[in-house]
């Protein structure tokens, strides 16, 4: 409308220059005839008082457009001045109604993509943002459906593991109890008879460490991993899992050792669970290390915490083996895995029963020179976060260490 | 006289290895296939009382803990060893509310079932 007023004034303006032209033009048309006829000699008096007259009018006519131009001037000017203001104001408030949807569909971007699947935005402001909120209200619900099938994908594979974990456990069960009655009986087996059974043992022990393994992690993975904690000392959480791998660190002709420092905090941990994962650690070293090689324990630590670290002077591993020792299925050197029985899981299944502990383990090695592992506890009191305790304990492990020896 | 044992699961497989393996180490055995038939033969007056019961955790028709949960309701007070595939299934087992004397899981350590066995039959 503003705008209008402008136009109108332009109008205006144009109509005015066009009268005052038209009116200058015939006083000087009938101040030339004046001229004419004084030139002629024909009542010289009147001819002068016409062309008087005439420059008169014509000065009248210039003051008067003169002062009729500047109110218009000033009419197109507030026409012009009003209608940027206006046109200001509308495009501000276009703006205004573009940015509050898409500030808020940034903000909701940033929220979904945080994970919140939950999140919606209100449809409103111009049609384009309008269609752009329904287009993400339509994306955030397809992720979320997604998540869901996701979700019950991966239940339904825990399940199927527990299951399948559950059915294979019978058969194995008569497999091994029957190759078992056959090797009561050894002496009535021809040696390679006995032989052929001691294969068949081996490997349905096999088979039923991965089976072991495989429910672990499917039970970690639908976090139904628990532990039954108890307060214990740590000389006998190391002790027991030590004297259990003797007898086959010996038949390898490994030397075996543990020294536990002086006045560890008693752990409050499940016992069988730690003592899998200590297990779990010298296993490794023992079948990954060559004959007549050392595997050392030691237990250390503060009021903090305790930290476990088994050390071997073994093969070692390289760097990019080192970042994925922790994952599934890993295993050392292609060549060493051979004569390894392990299945690849145990140490995935170690750190997912630290963590379960509020601990935290890790693992150093030089190629050709040995590998540590080390398991870190907090102390019964303690329930600080666990990884932030993992470096300090480093140089405290090592200092007990070099006391205990 | 020797020592009676029930055992019940619903695999012949494995009954035939249990009965074998304890037979073998001078025990009397009685096999159930599943908690109904246990519950039958601890009713049985016919012949002698088993002095400890090895029941499979998971079986069809009854199940070793219902059964069990049953007996125990009847006062009978026999030990109990419970089989079961792994922990998920005693802890699922809800065996918490019954008096279990043991657990043994499979595949069966033998040596372990017989000192068990030998420990709740001394």
Known sequence: ?405 | MSTRVLIADDSETILLLLRTRLEMEGYEVITAADGVEVIEAMQRTSEPKPEILLLDAMMPRKSGIDALRELRAEGVDTPVLIVSAHQDEMDAGAATDVEVSGYITKPIDFDQLFSRIAELTA
């Open chain 1, 1 to 405: 409308m503003l705008t209008g007023l402008a136009v109108v004034g332009v109008a205006r303006f144009l109509q005015q220059r066009q009268d005052f032209e038209d009116s200058t033009a015939r006083s000087y048309q009938v101040e030339i005839a004046a001229r004419t006829r004084l030139s002629n000699g024909v009542d010289p008096a009147a001819a002068r008082a016409v062309i008087l007259n005439q420059q008169h009018k014509r000065q009248a006519l210039r003051d008067d457009i003169g002062g009729e131009t500047r109110d218009t001037a000033l009419l197109v000017g507030a026409g012009l001045i009003a209608g940027l203001t206006g046109a200001a104001l509308l495009f501000s408030g276009l703006i205004a109604s573009m940015r509050r949807p898409l500030e808020e569909l940034v903000e909701a971007s940033g929220r979904l993509a945080a994970g919140d699947l939950n999140t919606r935005v209100k449809i409103g402001g111009l049609s384009e943002t309008a269609s752009l909120g329904t287009a993400f209200n339509e994306m955030a619900g397809e992720l979320q459906r997604r998540a869901g099938e996701r979700d019950q994908l991966e239940t339904m594979k825990d399940e199927f593991v527990l299951t399948a974990s559950h059915e294979l456990r019978s058969p194995l069960t008569s497999v091994q109890g029957f190759a078992e009655l056959l090797m009561l009986e050894r002496d009535k087996l021809s040696p390679k008879q006995a032989d052929t059974v001691e294969i068949i043992l081996d490997n349905t022990r096999h088979l039923v460490r991965l089976l072991n393994d495989l429910l672990d992690l499917a039970r970690s993975d639908a976090g139904r991993l628990t532990i039954k904690p108890t307060v214990i000392d740590v000389a006998s959480l190391v002790e027991d899992p030590v004297r259990t791998m003797l007898s086959q660190t010996q038949s390898k002709d490994q030397a075996l050792t543990q020294a536990i420092a002086p006045g560890l905090p008693p752990v409050n941990v499940d016992r069988d669970r730690i003592r899998q994962v200590l297990v779990n650690l010298l296993t490794n070293a023992h079948e990954y290390c060559p004959a007549g090689a050392s595997i050392h324990v030691t237990a250390g630590g503060n009021a903090g915490g305790v930290e476990l670290a088994v050390s071997d002077n073994g093969p070692g591993m390289a760097a990019d083996q080192l970042d994925h020792i922790f994952e599934r299925f890993t295993r050392g050197d292609a060549g060493l895995t051979q004569h390894v029985g392990g299945t690849g899981l145990g140490l995935a299944i170690s750190k997912s029963l630290v963590e379960l502990h509020g601990g935290a383990i890790a693992a150093e090695s030089v190629e050709g020179q040995g590998s540590t592992f080390r398991v870190w506890l907090p102390a019964l009191a303690s329930n600080g976060p666990a990884r932030a305790r993992v470096d300090a304990m480093d140089e405290a492990a090592v200092q007990s260490r070099e006391e205990a020896l």
